[in-house]
């Protein structure tokens, strides 16, 4: 069975991108069609964490405020501690920022709460669950085929967003290839319940962790960052 939409902008992945880009067009009256391929936000996220910049911009689209209200906490220094020697690596008060901290709130919470604001604008739909699998050219646009529940759609737009992240489907449809660069760092994550298990089952690996614990229950899922030179220079 195949189903048609129309739309002036279809929007493919409803990560942060995707939902803010969906409720900042929204907003000006332009429809949207926010496509998620999971079917809710209930999973692992990379990123836990919003800095002062994004809190600045979401306080001038008239959402920071709101979005505090919602559990969170705020980190605003950042520390390591060894051999009974603390640290201190980085203050975030002095950023000269209204919000002189980090915020540290699950994303799915986030992203929930950016696409409940959203449903307010009547030009906004999403679909969940909606998993990109080709894409067509129409007289008016695009038209981008997705499968739902067994059932194949096709949303037609003027304009299509690739939101989809790294693996983007789009952009493989669309046979584009970004620049590859290499990063400054690796980044690890892993979770601290996780760590607790495993470091109990191993005693030199609990004394050896017990350094770096305050760290990595301060940030839920912890981050290690690792310095790497860039063979680029």
């Avoid at 803010?20 to 990123?47: K, P, S, T």
């Avoid at 906490?73 to 000269?96: E, H, P, S, Y």
């Avoid at 690796?186 to 760590?195: A, G, N, Y």
Wanted: proline share 3%; charged share 20%; net charge neutral.
């Amino acid at each position: 069975t195949d189903a048609n939409f129309n739309t002036t902008c279809g929007i493919v992945g409803a990560g942060p991108a995707g939902v803010i880009a969906a409720y900042l067009l929204a907003r000006q009256g332009v429809g949207v069609l926010l496509l998620e391929a999971h079917h809710d936000f209930d999973r692992d996220f990379r990123g836990d964490t919003i800095h002062a910049g994004i809190m600045e911009l979401l306080d001038e689209m008239g959402l920071a405020e709101e979005l505090l209200k919602l559990p969170h906490a705020k980190m605003q220094t950042l520390g390591l501690t060894a051999n009974g020697v603390t640290q201190q690596i980085v203050d975030f008060r002095d950023t000269g920022s209204r919000f002189p901290y980090v915020t540290m709130m699950p994303q799915c919470q986030f992203l929930e709460f950016i696409v409940d604001r959203a449903r307010a604008f009547n030009t906004f739909s999403i679909r969940m669950g909606a998993r990109v699998t080709g894409l067509t050219t129409t007289g008016r646009g695009y038209g981008i085929e997705f499968k739902e529940d067994g059932v194949v759609h096709t949303v037609v737009a003027d304009l299509i967003i690739a939101a989809d992240g790294r693996h983007s489907t789009i952009r493989k449809l669309m046979e584009l290839h970004p620049k590859q660069t290499s990063v400054p760092m690796d980044v690890l994550w892993f979770r601290s319940i996780r760590l607790y298990i495993f470091a109990h089952n191993n005693l030199r690996t609990a004394l050896a962790l017990r350094i770096g614990l305050k760290l990595i229950y301060a940030f839920t899922c912890a981050r290690v960052l690792i310095p790497r030179h860039s063979s680029d220079g």
